[in-house]
């Protein structure tokens, strides 16, 4: 062979890897960076905190607002997880709306009691949604992953990036930042870079004292605020508690100057969407036909809203928060709240009666007006109508809520009513004592033998008419026959049980009547006796 030959032979097997050496795992990574390191080192302990199942050891936000309003955001978590009624935090979904957001994870990792390193595998990063069981449709999305080898005492730690772009209030952002929770904390912090320029308000819950460190950039262009804590105590979680929003620490920033800002927003896309069309007109004089007075007439249009118009909601960006057109919801018979509530304003408006829409978070009752203004304030929207002089809070998304109710989410809540672009908070009324409850009235015939023919009438009124007419709804007309609404009443029945086919929500009660035999009458005293027993 020659020699230039042999050796071009002798480079290529150079270059080649060794067999054994290919073959080798890659080995685990060991290193821990500064910030982490730290971080554990400091960390309360379980010794401290016994009842804890996990601490949240690190926890930041690094967030860069741009002139245009666009957000890029770096968040760190990392948790020491004490028990397996921890491992629920190994199982990680962060949410997203794809329209948008951008959310891309940067590093995800457990740290074993050994010190050994598992990173999460691209592979087994997931794009989910996390409202497939609805009958929504939306662009809300999560990307989730399970964090590998996770057991007692060890150590979960991931960053993540996310891009907001201004798609909803072009030039604006908002942001909430939790510091305290149930866990122990040791380190939280949450930076705001901005351009210098830029108006925004910020807001610390619950602790006077936190305040940021505020620095500006060399050049003068931009302003850096970090608000940090470290060493929080867990709060202690009891029986009727109230929300952690109302007694832990945490923070709000704006851009958006005020709440009349969003009304405004909010009135320009939906003020468009209440057009009414022949068809929506010929509906409405169909339905209203041969009723003489407002009311009745925002009775029939309710329950046909409410009844007729079922709960699909189609949420892809802007829509989101814009409504449909109320003659398109009338035509296809479905849409979300925010859709049933306008379609209700259009209907309404045809036979002279005025009604606004109304924004409100539902089950929330804390005053949302002594907050700093932002979108995420609210999640439902419902009508609020002017009939014969009085005010009519109406949620057609309510099946089961009668005209002139009120669902019990939706009871106390601190509400932004919007009037032609003009927005006020109004709070929605709570029950009061004689609206919320039921009447039980129970007649016994006593017959010679010692045994009695019993009937009993039950009258169900506000919250607990809500249940049981939506259980009602339910239930096959057999089995409302066979008295399964009223178990509870007869375990062992004999005789008719009826409750309306239909449960009507123009009613604003649910009446049910029983009929059943007993057996045995044990005389308590002179005022009372017990029914013993029924017939089988």
């Known amino acids: 062979m020659p020699l230039r030959s042999l050796l071009v032979l002798l480079a290529l097997f150079a270059w080649l890897p ?54 890029v955001a770096e968040f760190r978590e990392a948790y020491r997880l004490i028990n397996e009624r921890a491992r629920r935090r190994a199982e990680v979904e962060i949410p997203f709306n794809e ?36 009958a929504l449709y939306d662009d809300s999305k999560s990307i989730g992953f399970s964090m590998p080898g996770v057991e007692d005492g060890c150590i979960i730690d991931y960053t993540y990036r996310k891009v907001t772009r201004p798609v909803l209030m072009p030039g604006h952002f908002w942001e909430y930042w939790r510091f305290s929770g149930v866990e122990p904390v040791g380190l939280c912090r949450y930076a705001l870079t901005l351009p210098a320029g830029k108006a925004f308000r910020w807001k610390v819950h619950n602790n006077e004292a936190l305040k940021p460190a505020e620095t500006v950039s060399a050049d003068g262009k931009t302003r850096k605020l970090v608000w940090e804590m470290r060493g929080i105590a867990p709060i202690p979680q009891e029986p009727m ?29 939906a003020k468009p969407q209440v057009a009414l069309t022949p068809a929506l007109r010929r509906t409405v004089d169909q ?49 979300d709240c925010k859709d049933k509530a306008h379609l209700l304003i259009a209907m309404l408006s045809h036979v002279g009666i005025k009604a606004s829409p109304v924004l409100l978070r539902a089950g929330e009752q804390a005053e949302t007006r002594s907050r700093l203004p932002s979108l995420s304030a609210f999640d439902h929207c419902i009508a609020l109508a002017e009939v014969e002089g009085q005010k009519v809070w109406l949620d057609a998304t309510a099946e089961s809520t009668a005209y002139g109710d009120i669902p019990t989410a939706v009871r106390g809540a601190d509400a932004l009513v919007v009037r032609e672009g003009a927005g006020t908070f109004e709070r929605v009324p709570m029950f009061q004592p004689s609206e919320n409850g039921f009447t039980v009235r129970t007649e016994a015939v006593l017959r010679p033998d010692g045994s009695a023919e019993v009937e009993t009438r039950t009258q169900f009124r506000g919250g607990a008419a809500q249940y049981w007419r939506g259980h009602v709804r339910s239930l096959r007309p057999e089995q409302r026959r066979w008295g399964d609404v009223y178990r509870l009443a007869f375990q062992n029945r004999q005789g008719v049980q009826r409750v309306r086919d239909r449960p009507d929500l123009i009613a604003p009660l649910l009446q049910h009547k029983a009929q059943g035999f007993t057996h045995q009458i044990v005389v308590v005293d002179n005022q009372h006796m017990a029914l013993m027993g029924v017939r089988p």
């Open 18 to 71: 060794r067999t054994a050496d290919a073959q080798k795992p890659p080995k685990p990574e060991t290193a821990l960076d500064r910030e982490l390191a730290e971080a554990i080192r400091t960390a309360p302990t379980s010794a401290r905190w016994p009842n804890a199942d996990y601490i949240r050891i690190l926890d930041t936000g690094s967030v860069t607002v741009r002139q245009d309003g666009t957000v």
């Open 287 to 335: 339905i209203t036909a041969g009723r003489q007075t407002s009311e009745q007439k925002a009775r029939a249009i309710y329950d046909f809203v409410a009844n007729r118009v079922r709960y699909v909601g189609i949420e892809f960006g802007i829509s989101a928060y814009r409504p449909h057109p109320a003659a398109q919801v009338h035509e296809k018979l479905y849409g």
């Open 241 to 269: 508690m109230p929300r952690l929003s109302e007694i832990g620490v945490w923070l709000e920033v704006t851009s958006i100057p005020s709440w009349q800002e969003i009304a405004r927003w909010f009135w320009g896309l």
């Open 99 to 134: 329209s948008y957001e951008e959310v891309q994870v940067l590093r995800a990792r457990t740290i074993r009691n050994d010190g050994a390193i598992l990173n999460v595998r691209k592979e087994d990063i997931r794009l989910g949604s996390p409202f497939s069981d609805f």
